[in-house]
Nanobody, 116 residues
Framework: QVHLVESGGGLVQAGGSLKLSCSAS????????MGWYRQVPGKQRELVAT???????NYPDTVKGRFTISGEPGKNLVYLQMNSLKPEDTAVYYC??????????WGQGTQVTVSS
C-alpha cells in the first residue's frame, strides 16, 4: 500500500504563510499526479493544486496567485506554499497521489486554521 504523510499545518493569522509537505512511500513514481485538496465540515472536498511529473500545475481561481505547488525531482515529495492566507482557507488539507490506471491515494489530512 502507498502511504502519504503530510506535515506543516497549523494556526496562522490572516495574511500569513504556511508551507505544507507531503511524502509518498514506496518506489519513485515516474508517471503521477500529486496535489492538495481541502475540506471544511459540511462542504465538498475541493481542489487546491495539482502537479504532474512533467511539472504541469493546476490551480483554481480561489488560490491562484497565493498558493504555489512544487515537487522535488527524483523523490515522491510535494509541497504547497501558501501565502496571503485568508480565514476562508481554513480547512483540513489532504495530500493526493494519482498513479496510472488511475489509482488514487490520500493522506490523513492536516489542519490549517487562519484567524482573522
Amino acid at each position: 500500500q502507498v502511504h502519504l504523510v503530510e506535515s506543516g499545518g497549523g494556526l496562522v493569522q490572516a495574511g500569513g504563510s504556511l508551507k505544507l509537505s507531503c511524502s509518498a512511500s514506496g518506489p519513485i513514481f515516474r508517471q503521477a499526479t500529486m496535489g492538495w485538496y481541502r475540506q471544511v465540515p459540511g462542504k465538498q472536498r475541493e481542489l487546491v493544486a495539482t502537479i504532474t511529473t512533467r511539472g504541469t500545475t493546476n490551480y483554481p481561481d480561489t488560490v491562484k496567485g497565493r498558493f504555489t505547488i512544487s515537487g522535488e525531482p527524483g523523490k515522491n515529495l510535494v509541497y504547497l506554499q501558501m501565502n496571503s492566507l485568508k480565514p476562508e482557507d481554513t480547512a483540513v488539507y489532504y495530500c493526493y497521489l494519482q498513479l496510472p490506471g488511475p489509482s488514487d491515494f490520500w493522506g490523513q489530512g492536516t489542519q490549517v486554521t487562519v484567524s482573522s
